[in-house]
C-alpha cells in the first residue's frame, strides 16, 4: 500500500530496503507487543532476525543509496545510512548488554565493525598507501578489543558497571 502510493508495484518491495527495514524494526519491536508465555524461544528469534534483515537493509543503503525514498544526492544518502548503521547498531550493543540479549549484542557487534570499516575506507582508501590502511585498521581493532576488554572487567555478573 505505501509502495503504490509512491508509483511503485507492490511486488517491488525488494527494491526499497528502507520499507523492509521498517519492518525489521517492527518484527525486532514484537517482544515487547505480544508475550510468549507457552513458547519462550520465539522472542530472542524476533529480535535476531529484525536485527539482522535491519542491518542488511542499512547496510545496502549505506553502500549503493540509489533504492532511497530520500531527494538526496546517492553520495549524500550513503552518507546518512553509514551514520545511521553506525548510531542504530552502537544502540542495539546498549540495548543488547542492559537487556542481557547475546545474540542481539553480537550481531550488532558485528555491524557496528562492518559500518565502522565502510566510514574508513570512504575515508581513507584513496589517499592513503594500501599497507598504512590496513595497518591502522589493524591498530584501531587492537585498541577497540583493548577497550572492550577493560569494559568486560569493569561490568560486574549482574550486567552492572562498578
Not at 507492490?10 to 524494526?25: K, N
Not at 515487547?32 to 539482522?52: E, K, M, T
Not at 545510512?81 to 542492559?98: D, H, K, N, Q, R
Not at 576488554?149 to 562498578?162: C, M, P, T, V, W
Request: proline letters at 4%; hydrophobic letters at 55%; a positive charge.
Amino acid at each position: 500500500m505505501v509502495t503504490a502510493q509512491f508509483g511503485y508495484r507492490w511486488l517491488d518491495f525488494g527494491q526499497r530496503p528502507e520499507l523492509v527495514a521498517l519492518l525489521a524494526l517492527l518484527i525486532f519491536c514484537t517482544r515487547f507487543a505480544i508475550q510468549h508465555r507457552n513458547h519462550s524461544d520465539f522472542p530472542p528469534v524476533y529480535r535476531l532476525a529484525g536485527a539482522i534483515v535491519f542491518f542488511i537493509c542499512v547496510l545496502s543503503l549505506a553502500e549503493w543509496g540509489i533504492p532511497s525514498y530520500l531527494p538526496f544526492t546517492p553520495k549524500n544518502i550513503e552518507r546518512l545510512y553509514e551514520f545511521v548503521g553506525l548510531l542504530t547498531s552502537a544502540g542495539a550493543i546498549w540495548m543488547g548488554i542492559a537487556h542481557h540479549w547475546n545474540g542481539v549484542v553480537n550481531t550488532s557487534a558485528t555491524a557496528f565493525v562492518m559500518f565502522l570499516y565502510m566510514r574508513l575506507y570512504h575515508w581513507w582508501w584513496e589517499w592513503m598507501p594500501r599497507y598504512l590502511f590496513f595497518a591502522a585498521i589493524g591498530a584501531l581493532g587492537i585498541v577497540l578489543v583493548l577497550a572492550f576488554k577493560r569494559i568486560r572487567l569493569q561490568i560486574s555478573d549482574d550486567g552492572a558497571l562498578l
